[in-house]
């Protein structure tokens, strides 16, 4: 099973100010197969981000993802108030699915 | 448009089973795989299984193989997750997620609302 790590646990930001959170696999990770979600309390995960990269419908363009292999980052460039949230990555890679344990972004 | 509908909240005492289900609308149930991922109090995401609706294969996560059931109903596009021998720390909110499949990618693009389950004396 591939396990995902996620750093930094909480961080507290300003509106405005970028985010960068880190997803570290325990294996190389297809990129195909590399996800972001968006989790709000008491509401089911958004996805953000699929293939490392790309974009899901609807998703602002303040959300990138990029890396490879073992390593990828979800970056949120200004922080708007409804980003304030609990961002997990997955890995759909393996014949086990995967979630990390999730960075919550809160507000400084 | 694409929604997946999910029963209500259950409450269960240890050693019952309870079995959840995810009505699929907008789209044709047997073109894609459908996921189960759990969620317990303030805690991360945890994958349950897989089911393939066009031919009711399945994958489980390990922790759960035995005590775990998934099925689905065709006529009615619902696909069922059955949990048996309940304990406490099964109390968790259920999710079902679509796999949705882009060129090389795999993704959940939608998911049910969640069931809440809690398993208590």
């Known amino acids: 099973e591939i396990v995902l790590t996620q750093s930094p646990g909480t961080v507290s930001l300003s509106p405005g100010e970028r985010a960068s959170l880190s997803c570290r696999a325990s294996q190389s990770v297809s990129s195909s197969s590399l996800a972001w979600f968006q989790q709000k309390p008491g509401q089911a995960p958004r996805l953000l981000i699929y293939?490392?990269?790309g974009r899901a419908t609807g998703v602002p363009d303040r959300f990138t993802g990029s890396g490879s292999g073992t390593d990828f980052t979800l970056t949120i460039s200004r922080l708007e108030p409804e980003d304030f949230a609990v961002y997990y990555c997955?890995?759909?890679?393996?014949?086990?699915?995967?979630f990390g344990p999730g960075t919550k972004v809160d507000i400084k | 448009q694409v929604q997946l509908v999910q029963s209500g909240a259950e409450v269960k005492k240890p050693g019952a089973s309870v079995k959840v289900s995810c009505k699929a609308s907008?789209?044709?149930?047997?073109?894609?795989?459908m996921h189960w991922v759990r969620q317990a109090p303030g805690q991360g995401l945890e994958w349950i299984g897989i089911i393939n609706p066009s031919t009711t294969t399945t994958s489980y996560a390990q922790k759960l193989q035995g005590r775990v059931t998934m099925t689905r109903d065709t006529s009615t596009s619902t696909v069922y997750m059955e949990l048996n021998s309940l304990r406490s720390e099964d109390t968790a909110v259920y999710y079902c997620a679509r796999e949705y499949r882009l060129m090389m990618s795999r993704l959940f693009d939608y998911w049910g609302q969640g069931t809440l389950v809690t398993v208590s004396p």
């Open positions: 293939g490392a990269s």
């Open positions: 997955q890995q759909l890679g393996s014949s086990v699915p995967t």
């Open positions: 907008g789209y044709t149930l047997t073109s894609y795989y």
